[in-house]
T-cell receptor
Framework: AQSVTQLGSHVSVSEGALVLLRCNYS??????LFWYVQYPNQGLQLLLK??????LVKGINGFEAEFKKSETSFHLTKPSAHMSDAAEYFC?????????????FGAGTRLFVKA | DGGITQSPKYLFRKEGQNVTLSCEQNLNHDAMYWYRQDPGQGLRLIYY???????QKGDIAEGYSVSREKKESFPLTVTSAQKNPTAFYLC????????????FGSGTRLTVV
């Protein structure tokens, strides 16, 4: 069965510091992997996705993530945090089962950025 | 600009009342979804539809109903059978049956009064 674990419900970094948000998944078949960002009282916005091909994926706003099959991980990183990055981030895994694709979201990690 | 419009942004429901949340998209996407978001629990799938006039239950469909009479529209009704309806509701769409990423609406916050 699918599952997604985001380590840390809250992460705090200083402005200009490295952002690292962790995501581990389980899937019985090759998955599609996603990161979404949510600002307060808004919907989710797709940051980046891995479907096939290159395992290092670049997304919007300077974020990137690397699919590591051996570690079943898809951690999100950004070299230098900006105040505008403060938001909640969701990792999601999608794989094909009977009846089509099923997508599971992690519980989310709230990122705080300190001046 | 193409996107998903959810309305209203805030909705208050009295005990025993049915309410309907609107979701309209102009992206020409085939698939549409309704998710419920509660603090600390991520998103949980209520219903989804991959083609017009067809929809499937998600993980928490009890107390909810949907219709898909037009490709552009996927309204969600929260019935009086839903005992704990206070939550943030998100509508999403995707191009087809395969998931290459969702486009989300801006959500409806439903509160029971």
């Amino acid at each position: 069965a699918q599952s997604v674990t985001q380590l840390g419900s809250h992460v705090s970094v200083s402005e200009g510091a490295l952002v690292l948000l962790r995501c581990n998944y389980s899937s019985s078949v090759p998955p599609y992997l996603f990161w979404y960002v949510q600002y307060p009282n808004q919907g989710l916005q797709l940051l980046l996705k891995y479907t096939t091909g290159a395992t290092l994926v670049k997304g919007i706003n300077g974020f990137e993530a690397e699919f590591k099959k051996s570690e079943t991980s898809f951690h999100l990183t950004k070299p230098s945090a900006h105040m505008s990055d403060a938001a909640e981030y969701f990792c999601a895994v999608s794989d094909r089962g009977t009846g089509g694709f099923k997508t599971i979201f992690g519980a989310g990690t709230r990122l705080f950025v300190k001046a | 600009d193409g996107g998903i419009t959810q309305s209203p942004k805030y909705l208050f429901r009295k005990e025993g009342q049915n309410v309907t949340l609107s979701c309209e998209q102009n992206l020409n996407h085939d698939a549409m979804y309704w998710y419920r978001q509660d603090p600390g629990q991520g998103l949980r799938l209520i219903y989804y539809s991959q083609i017009v006039n067809d929809f499937q239950k998600g993980d928490i469909a009890e107390g909810y109903s949907v219709s898909r009479e037009k490709k552009e529209s996927f309204p969600l009704t929260v019935t009086s059978a839903q005992k704990n309806p206070t939550a943030f509701y998100l509508c999403a769409s995707s191009i087809g049956r395969d998931n290459y990423g969702y486009t989300f609406g801006s959500g409806t916050r439903l509160t029971v009064v």
